[in-house]
Nanobody, 121 residues
Framework: QVRLVESGGGLVQAGGSLRLSCAAS????????MGWYRQAPGKQRELVAAISSGGLFNYADSVKGRFTISRDNAKNTVYLQMNSLKPEDTAVYYC???????????????WGQGTQVTVSS
């Protein structure tokens, strides 16, 4: 009922930047927020950042000050600007649909296909 399509991953050197995009289609009225998760080999998937249609934000401590999430509600598209990238940011990044309850982001079971981000040292 919801389709999410990511783009923008790639290989960069430490200190470089990437911008990820995710376009949502289908039953987009069923959620009021979108987020980015990442998963590295051997590790659990973790929330990186999330944003609601009303402008609420949620960032992981490890990316605060380096990553910025934004959203174009008219286009149902969310972006993740990643600056000052570190090797530990290497992971598959997944787009997600969800909602905010208070200040907390809750993931729904809608996922993109994932895009690989690799940061070399």
């Amino acid at each position: 009922q919801v389709r999410l399509v990511e783009s923008g991953g790639g290989l960069v050197q430490a200190g470089g930047s990437l911008r990820l995009s995710c376009a949502a289609s289908g039953r987009t009225f069923s959620f009021n927020a979108m987020g980015w998760y990442r998963q590295a080999p051997g590790k659990q998937r973790e929330l990186v950042a999330a944003i609601s249609s009303g402008g609420l934000f949620n960032y992981a401590d490890s990316v605060k000050g380096r990553f910025t999430i934004s959203r174009d509600n008219a286009k149902n598209t969310v972006y993740l600007q990643m600056n000052s990238l570190k090797p530990e940011d290497t992971a598959v990044y997944y787009c997600n649909a969800g909602g905010f309850y208070g200040s907390h982001y809750i993931s729904y079971d809608y996922w993109g296909q994932g895009t690989q981000v690799t940061v070399s040292s």
